[in-house]
């Protein structure tokens, strides 16, 4: 424990689950769960999903004892500098950081997408018009578009989209900034909101689905890959567990159940996709899903009767999944940062903060700049670094899971209140899994990073090389040291983390 509480110790099981489940539940489920269907088959695509359920599951584990070990804000950075050292540390924390800010900089891109269905229009009254690229654009959002300014990779950029993106950045921003509890209470009800609708989803396809399109159960490609394509997928899908131990310190629960709670995130999370992959099958067959634009809300309008108004039920579901997102990585990025600048990592400014609400204010601001920034480079922007994210979150996992074995080895007497069942061998798999994650966003593999991805992952590793060697001339030896850090490591122990 610290000796002196720098946070405020105020969430409850109800928030950690809802900080843990809502990262891992965005837009995709709403968007592509056609996409699923159509490469793996039902059964495949379930299939699919419950193999990247399980694989993600072992990196769970590894984070949910190293989180009962070593309850500081940080997460990886601590777990990474007991274990591996200062510079393995700073690659880990740095890497997670940014796919933190990748995830920011896509929800404020894909929250003005989103509300954009809610404005469409029927398609008689639909606006056909021909856009700076000479492409002709049908516009079903006359209303909302307005005030064009410039065209990215062929999406044009209107003021209107770009000041919804900064609403979004800027509310998300105020509500962290006055503590983690209202940020945690905004979950809670987001999730509420998307509980209840997919319940009232599941409950109508049960009843009114037919079972007959479900067909194919497997695509003709599955044996070949079609279900290693949809397996791909899914460990990228549950990205966010990993925002808790970000902030362990703000926890107010034991730390074993703390664990628990991560390892049921995933695994609730793992059925919500399950779920929604069945109730789409039962509702739409393979030609309905290929001309729908959004499947799962045209399933939600199918299921209930054709009724247009339960389409958009489901889209304001997808924006719940947005903001839960969007809010569990303002939490672990902001937390990330603070945890990098208070060891002398980063400049120190960042390691602030609030007198009154106890939250680390200046990283609170400097994720908040990204949120803003992010709407003006238009949505192109929203898949480029969120795969440059996802590349940075896979090699963090790489080195948790590797320090959760380095620690099994070294400190076996270390204090674990939640201890990972069959700890070498899950700590082996999390590992393994981790490498295969990474080894298909190299070149040549069906994720490879493309050119402008790599452009960001190079910029953001030399911005980090920037900070290192700043922090390090600045700090000299006291470069990854945090003054007054101290908790139990083994029974009867006090000293310095």
């Known amino acids: 424990m610290a000796k002196e509480e720098r946070f405020v110790r105020t969430l409850n099981k109800r928030d950690v689950f809802s900080l843990s489940f809502g990262a891992m539940i965005g837009w995709?489920?709403?968007?592509?769960?056609?996409?699923?269907?159509?490469?793996?088959?039902?059964?495949?695509?379930?299939?699919?999903?419950?193999?990247?359920?399980?694989?993600?599951?072992?990196?769970?584990?590894?984070?949910?004892?190293?989180?009962?070990?070593?309850?500081?804000?940080?997460?990886?950075?601590?777990?990474?500098?007991?274990?591996?050292?200062?510079?393995?540390?700073?690659v880990c924390t740095w890497a997670i950081i940014l796919g933190y800010v990748g995830v920011v900089a896509f929800e404020a891109c894909a929250f003005p997408t989103v509300i954009r269905y809610l404005f469409t229009v029927p398609d008689d009254q639909a606006v056909t018009f021909i856009n700076s690229n000479g492409v002709e654009i049908i516009n079903t959002a006359p209303a909302y578009l307005k005030g064009y300014m410039y065209t990215v990779a062929g999406f044009d950029v209107y003021a209107s989209w770009v000041a919804v993106g900064i609403l979004s950045g800027v509310a998300i921003t105020i509500i962290n900034y006055l503590g983690i509890k209202p940020a945690a209470i905004l979950n809670t009800i987001m999730v509420f909101i998307m509980f209840v609708v997919g319940i009232g989803f599941i409950a109508a396809a049960v009843v009114n689905g037919d079972a007959a399109n479900m067909e194919p159960l497997f695509a003709a490609d599955s044996a070949g890959g079609g279900i290693m394509k949809v397996a791909i997928m899914t460990p990228f899908l549950f990205v966010g567990f990993d925002v808790i131990p970000q902030a362990a310190e703000e926890i107010n629960l034991p730390y074993k159940t703390v664990g628990k709670i991560l390892v049921a995130s995933v695994i609730v999370a793992t059925l919500w996709y399950i779920a929604i992959i069945f109730c789409v099958s039962r509702m739409m067959d393979t030609e309905a899903i290929g001309s729908s634009a959004l499947v799962a809300a045209d399933a939600m309008k199918l299921a209930f009767g054709n009724i247009d108004a339960f389409a958009n039920v489901m889209i304001i579901a997808g924006i719940c999944g947005i903001l839960t997102c969007f809010n569990s990585f303002f939490v672990g990025g902001s937390r990330a940062v603070f945890a990098m600048a208070e060891a002398n990592m980063l400049p120190k400014?960042?390691?602030?903060?609030?007198?009154?609400?106890?939250?680390?204010?200046?990283?609170?601001?400097?994720?908040?700049?990204?949120?803003?920034?992010?709407?003006?480079?238009?949505?192109?922007?929203?898949?480029?670094?969120?795969?440059?994210?996802?590349?940075?979150?896979?090699?963090?996992?790489?080195?948790?899971?590797?320090?959760?074995?380095?620690?099994?080895?070294?400190?076996?007497?270390?204090?674990?209140?939640?201890?990972?069942?069959?700890?070498?061998?899950?700590?082996?798999?999390?590992?393994?899994?981790?490498?295969?994650?990474?080894?298909?966003?190299?070149?040549?593999?069906?994720?490879?990073?493309?050119?402008?991805?790599?452009?960001?992952?190079?910029?953001?590793?030399?911005?980090?090389?920037?900070?290192?060697?700043?922090?390090?001339?600045?700090?000299?030896?006291?470069?990854?040291?945090?003054?007054?850090?101290?908790?139990?490591?083994?029974?009867?122990?006090?000293?310095?983390?």
């Open 28 to 90: 995709s489920w709403v968007m592509i769960v056609g996409d699923w269907i159509t490469t793996g088959g039902t059964f495949g695509a379930i299939l699919a999903f419950v193999l990247g359920g399980v694989m993600v599951l072992f990196v769970g584990l590894t984070y949910s004892e190293l989180t009962s070990a070593m309850p500081l804000c940080g997460g990886e950075h601590v777990f990474s500098l007991r274990a591996l050292g200062k510079g393995s540390s700073f």
């Open 349 to 497: 400014f960042l390691a602030k903060l609030h007198k009154k609400h106890r939250t680390p204010v200046t990283s609170i601001v400097f994720i908040g700049v990204v949120a803003i920034i992010a709407p003006f480079f238009g949505r192109p922007a929203m898949v480029w670094i969120t795969d440059a994210g996802s590349f940075g979150i896979v090699i963090a996992y790489a080195l948790v899971a590797l320090s959760f074995l380095v620690l099994r080895f070294r400190e076996k007497e270390m204090l674990r209140p939640y201890r990972a069942p069959l700890g070498t061998l899950v700590g082996v798999l999390a590992v393994g899994m981790s490498v295969f994650m990474f080894i298909f966003y190299l070149p040549g593999m069906p994720s490879a990073l493309v050119t402008q991805e790599w452009i960001m992952v190079g910029g953001w590793t030399a911005l980090g090389v920037v900070f290192g060697v700043y922090a390090k001339a600045r700090y000299g030896k006291q470069f990854g040291e945090a003054e007054g850090l101290w908790y139990p490591l083994k029974k009867g122990e006090t000293r310095a983390a």
